[in-house]
């Protein structure tokens, strides 16, 4: 695994993408930056191969390089299942290509370059969004998940990660305290934190929790589970209720 050290050196206040660069230490990245990263990408998959139903599609938007797609193949075993991965970075998708190339499932996948909020669905028992509509402009969330909503079958799940804030300020400042602490402990250096952080400023948009949960409601989605968080960090499980 490649070490990210992308902003360990003195660099301008480029924004942040998921170029060649990044996406050559993505796994590196993630892992140091998200806590819980791969227990979070193992129970993702075994939710969704728990609620993918046969002869529907799962959607994988903002598939990154495929970790969550690699864990959901491994669980599904034997299982049909089709996966449409969606991700706007090239580079990225080049080496979940590569990847997929190991797995005789590999043409279960289905790898589209391209904006999600463009991206056709239909028929979908499963959606996954992981750490992907923070980067999304405010303005076009709601339609995503509305989108979205309306794709799912009965019964079907919306899996979403995101970056969160807390809407009050003291335990804002305590969760990127401790969010902060947990990526020293990983050995990112202040400087690194810093021109990460002025890399995704304007880039990277959080929300509240309850923002997030008005959203789904909004959508339509009657049924939500805040099944995972830590500090900054939160996983939603909405189901669209059957009728």
């Not at 996406?23 to 993702?44: C, H, K, N, Q, W």
């Not at 401790?178 to 934190?193: A, D, M, N």
Request: one cysteine or more; proline letters at 4%; glycine letters at 6%.
């Amino acid at each position: 695994m490649a070490k990210d050290d992308i902003y360990a050196g003195s660099r301008g206040p480029a924004p942040f993408e998921f170029n060649e660069q990044v996406a050559a230490v993505f796994d590196d990245m993630i892992t140091r930056s998200v806590p819980g990263y791969a227990e979070l990408i193992g129970r993702l998959a075994q939710l969704a191969a728990h609620f993918y139903r046969p002869g529907s599609r799962i959607y994988d938007l903002g598939c990154s390089n495929g970790n969550f797609g690699m864990r959901f193949g491994a669980e599904m075993g034997e299982r049909e299942f089709r996966l449409v991965a969606v991700d706007s970075s090239q580079p990225m998708l080049d080496l979940y290509r590569e990847r997929l190339a190991e797995h005789s499932w590999q043409d279960a996948v289905e790898l589209v370059c391209g904006d999600i909020c463009e991206q056709p669905l239909s028929q979908a028992s499963v959606v996954v969004i992981t750490l992907t509509l923070q980067f999304l402009p405010l303005s076009a969330r709601d339609a995503l998940l509305e989108e979205i909503y309306r794709a799912l079958r009965p019964g079907g799940v919306l899996l979403l990660t995101e970056k969160v804030v807390h809407a009050d300020p003291a335990l804002d400042a305590l969760q990127q305290d401790f969010y902060y602490r947990f990526k020293r402990e990983r050995g990112y250096s202040e400087l690194e934190i810093s021109q990460k952080r002025e890399a995704l400023e304007n880039v990277l948009l959080p929300e509240t929790i309850e923002a997030h949960q008005r959203r789904l409601e909004q959508a339509g989605f009657g049924q939500l589970d805040l099944w995972f968080k830590w500090f900054n960090f939160a996983s939603f499980l909405a189901c669209k209720e059957v009728v």
